[in-house]
């Protein structure tokens, strides 16, 4: 994999690992109409919301990645062991230490596991220490198939994000060359 490739893979990791940690809102919706931002997403079949769409973003994201029906949240601990603060969270938690860094990318608040966390630490390390971010991509986004399944059926900007989110992890799981 090049470093433009990496750089880039760095950056849609980057972004949707901000969107799976949080629902939009207004702040963050503008961000994603950049014309940079808004065209990527738009090659990917995902479209910014309107603003007016924000309460129904917050539900259908508390619906599909925090209290899913008939699924768990992208929360590598809770598909392996039924816990948080399982063995994943333990092991990311050491990657992220192992590159100098206090703890994952954007955990404030979430677990390390979240795959939003682990798709901004991945993000960290992509292009400075590519022998964690291939650990990471190894052991902490293959389970994310599974999580993000139940997402990616559902029609709407949450379906587009799982199922763009899904293409990049089989990205990042692939061998580097």
């Not at 063995?87 to 954007?106: M, W, Y």
């Not at 677990?111 to 682990?118: A, Q």
Request: net charge negative; proline share 6%; aromatic share 6%.
């Amino acid at each position: 994999m090049n470093q433009d490739t990496t750089a880039d893979l760095a950056q849609a990791a980057r972004l949707f690992g901000r969107l799976l940690l949080r629902e939009p809102d207004a702040v963050s919706l503008d961000e994603l109409r950049q014309p940079a931002i808004r065209d990527a997403l738009a090659a990917l079949d995902v479209a910014v919301p309107d603003d007016e769409q924000l309460e129904e973003l917050s539900a259908r994201y508390f619906e599909l990645f925090l209290h899913p029906d008939g699924a768990q949240p992208p929360i590598q601990s809770l598909w392996h062991d039924g816990q948080y603060e399982g063995d994943a969270a333990a092991s990311v938690r050491e990657l992220a230490k192992a590159a100098a860094l206090e703890q994952a990318p954007g955990a404030r608040g979430a677990p390390p596991d979240h795959l939003g966390c682990i798709l901004l630490l991945w993000a960290e390390l992509a292009t400075t220490r590519t022998e964690l971010a291939d650990a990471l991509a190894r052991h902490h986004v293959a389970w994310s198939d599974l999580a993000l399944q139940h997402a990616a059926r559902d029609p709407g900007f949450y379906g587009a994000v799982s199922r763009a989110t899904l293409s990049l992890v089989q990205e990042l799981r692939a061998p580097r060359r």
